[in-house]
């Protein structure tokens, strides 16, 4: 397995690893409409590859904590026949690894504790950083990354197409 920036020939495959991933459109949709958006941010959108197939995809798109740039990543997505086999998390490392690079200080997700704490996420409130969306709690994480400074708290916005789930 290999894991590289997306190409544009490959749009067509993330999208349907994403919808074999989540079995509904809703979340290959959103990474369409990322890759439209002005928060698209091509080098922190990564591919797991087996051979030249595309086998997992995840992507951090650009969002704000109180006027503040950082990132929400998402979606990460794995094809349902590569699942548990290091997939997501060579993704997640790489993904983490190159937004550090890039000097960003804060990436932010919704998703589940149980999987994203092995990866240094924390529930978001611990870090002072909230969403209108107060159901999300329980599940809105926050992981700091080199230049993550303690004053970068407040309310977290993901890039728009976020906000038409």
């Not at 997501?88 to 890039?102: F, N, Q, R, T």
């Not at 149980?114 to 329980?138: D, K």
């Amino acid at each position: 397995m290999i894991v590289q920036r997306e190409t544009s020939a490959q749009a067509a495959e993330i999208h349907a690893v994403t919808l074999a991933a989540f079995g509904q459109a809703l979340e290959a949709d959103l990474v369409d409409e990322l890759r439209a958006d002005q928060g698209w941010l091509p080098e922190l959108s990564l591919v797991a590859l087996d051979g030249d197939k595309v086998i997992g995809h995840v992507t951090c798109t650009r969002a704000w904590l109180d006027g503040a740039p950082v990132l929400g990543l998402g979606p990460l997505s794995v094809h349902p026949g590569h699942q548990r086999r290091g997939v997501g998390s060579a993704l997640v490392h790489a993904v983490l690894g190159a937004a550090d690079a890039l000097g960003e200080p804060l990436v932010v997700l919704l998703g589940d504790p149980r999987y994203y704490s092995r990866f240094g996420f924390r529930l978001a409130a611990e870090f002072g950083i909230s969403h209108q969306n107060t159901e999300w709690a329980p599940h809105f994480q926050a992981r700091t990354l080199t230049t993550y400074r303690p004053e970068l708290r407040g309310d977290f916005v993901y890039a728009e197409p976020f906000n038409r789930l």
